[in-house]
């Protein structure tokens, strides 16, 4: 706010500064959902080239191309990776905006939701000057991932949750694509429904794990 507009303001009734006050508000909020619609968008990406290598890794076990398909499980258990990861980005930051919106809704500890609110605010404009050109704004990747990692973990009320409770390693996942092959070729036409469903299911294993800490 320049000094201008700290002028003009002398001069603003207290309605006008509260309804002004109401809208910052508001368009933060719509801020922080739109971070989070862009998120589900970069998920929903990922998932679609998930499945792609996936498929990719099945057709060549079939063709008994063993080191093209172990190749295709890699990709694909990349794309988990990043799945699980902005999953926890996504939960830690939806906490934040639903915790801010009760804050605001109860009009509870006034002061301590202003600080939180200019928090949030500075907060926002830091991920949003990173998405534009996140290879200069982001120098240290690592201490950032820590950072998310310590809020993730902040947030699990002391449940301790490893990647490979949510994601299968490669080996486990050649064993459900051989098994899949395998229906496939010899099952008569049948689909292996739950095969299918488990190749796209970071989300539900999250669910579940996030639920049993809710409910500590």
């Given at each position: 706010?320049?000094?201008?507009?700290?002028?003009?303001?002398?001069?603003?009734?207290?309605?006008?500064?509260?309804?002004?006050?109401?809208r910052r508000l508001r368009?933060?909020?719509?801020?922080?959902?739109?971070?989070?619609?862009?998120?589900n968008s970069a998920i929903r990406e990922l998932n679609q080239?998930?499945?792609?290598?996936?498929?990719?890794?099945?057709?060549?076990?079939?063709?008994g191309r063993k080191a093209e398909a172990l190749l295709a499980l890699q990709k694909y258990r990349g794309f988990e990776v990043q799945v699980y990861q902005l999953e926890k980005r996504k939960w830690v930051f939806e906490n934040y905006i639903i915790r801010l919106k009760m804050a605001d809704v109860n009009n509870v500890f006034?002061?301590?939701?202003?600080?939180?609110?200019?928090?949030?605010?500075?907060?926002?404009?830091?991920?949003?000057?990173?998405m534009?050109?996140?290879?200069?704004?982001?120098?240290?990747?690592?201490?950032l991932d820590k950072m998310w990692e310590k809020n993730f973990d902040k947030n699990m009320n002391g449940m301790s949750v490893q990647e490979t409770d949510i994601i299968p390693d490669v080996d486990s996942l050649f064993a459900s694509l051989?098994?899949?092959?395998?229906?496939d070729i010899g099952g008569g036409g049948a689909k292996n429904?739950?095969?299918?469903?488990?190749?796209?299911?970071?989300?539900?294993?999250?669910?579940?794990?996030?639920k049993?800490?809710?409910e500590k």
């Open positions: 706010m320049g000094i201008g507009d700290s002028f003009s303001n002398l001069f603003k009734s207290d309605k006008e500064r509260k309804r002004e006050a109401a368009r933060a909020f719509t801020k922080a959902e739109d971070a989070v619609d862009t998120v080239s998930k499945l792609k290598a996936w498929e990719a890794a099945k057709n060549a076990a079939a063709a006034a002061e301590s939701m202003r600080a939180l609110n200019d928090a949030v605010q500075v907060d926002v404009d830091l991920v949003v000057d990173s534009e050109d996140i290879d200069d704004k982001l120098s240290d990747v690592t201490a051989q098994g899949e092959v395998a229906l429904v739950s095969s299918k469903a488990s190749v796209n299911d970071v989300q539900a294993r999250m669910d579940a794990i996030l049993d800490s809710s």
